[in-house]
């Protein structure tokens, strides 16, 4: 992987892949990593992208480098054209810091992705359902401080119906998935998956990991799942999660009773995972 990202990034490709993602009538959302933002963002304003990420492993207001000028995102955002996301963040903190920049929303989780090894490599991460809970305290402050709203967006960890519905009731807007989509027969992966990481020249962190292309990118996320382990029809699972509980929206349901319940998946389960079937997996 460190071989392939090698090559120089060739400008003229950026504004093309943005370009054939807006053909196809979606929006399109592309990410920098905070050095590179002053380089590229030109670039990608005259390409015309909906939504500029701002991601690294773990983002402040103001990215300091030997190597670079500094990025101050308190500055950067107000004044960019477009939406602005920037993480990754796990602090209530942090997150709270990013929201000042005028950000429309962070990604919350550092090392939780199947494919990342920050926690190995770099010895720092949180369990994400504290870090979008203490991320969602963050939001609540900021919108009493502010007037505004900022999405939080749990990043990395999510495999199965039941982590989307518990990361939305520990407080987050959306989910970003990886894992689950490479599973996909329209995947460009192949059934690869490997995260923003993997390639650093001289500190990877992260691994390319298989997955099996097994449907369809509608099967998987909105059904019919022909499985029942959890990993097809993820926003059926969603609703459903929402439904039994008893919520009615996605702002209701951020408000959920949590109990911390390690037994909660093996609980009554000897059969499934004596025969390694559903659960048991």
Not at 175 to 198: C, D, F, K, N, Q
Request: hydrophobic share 40%.
């Amino acid at each position: 992987m460190q071989e392939l990202y090698a090559e120089p990034i060739r400008e003229d490709l950026i504004g093309r892949r943005i370009q054939e993602i807006k053909a196809g009538g979606v929006v399109a959302c592309a990410s920098l990593t905070p050095q590179r933002v002053e380089r590229y963002a030109k670039l990608v304003l005259e390409a015309e992208l909906d939504i500029l990420v701002i991601q690294g492993t773990v983002v402040s207001g103001e990215h300091v480098s030997s190597q670079h000028e500094p990025l101050n995102l308190k500055e950067f955002v107000p004044s960019f054209d477009i939406p602005v996301i920037v993480g990754g963040c796990a602090s209530y903190a942090t997150a709270l810091h990013l929201m000042r920049t005028g950000a429309v929303g962070v990604l919350v989780g550092v090392g939780p992705g199947n494919a990342c090894t920050s926690r190995g490599v770099l010895g720092v991460g949180v369990p994400q359902a504290t870090a979008i809970a203490d991320a969602a305290a963050a939001r609540r402050e900021h919108q009493h401080e502010t007037g505004r709203y900022c999405h939080v967006i749990a990043d990395g960890g999510m495999r199965t119906g039941g982590d989307i519905a518990k990361a939305i009731a520990c407080g987050a807007d959306a989910v970003m998935i990886g894992s689950p989509l490479t599973r996909s027969l329209e995947a460009p992966g192949r059934g690869y998956h490997w995260g923003m990481a993997t390639f650093h020249p001289t500190l990877p962190r992260g691994a390319r990991v298989k997955t099996q292309q097994v449907a369809s990118l509608r099967e998987i996320l909105v059904g019919p799942a022909h499985e029942n382990d959890g990993t097809f029809n993820l926003f059926g699972a969603l609703a459903t999660s929402m439904a039994t509980t008893g919520y009615e929206t996605i702002k209701e349901f951020q408000k959920a009773e949590l109990v911390i319940a390690p037994a909660i998946k093996t609980e009554g389960k000897t059969y499934q995972t004596q025969q390694r079937v559903g659960m048991g997996h």
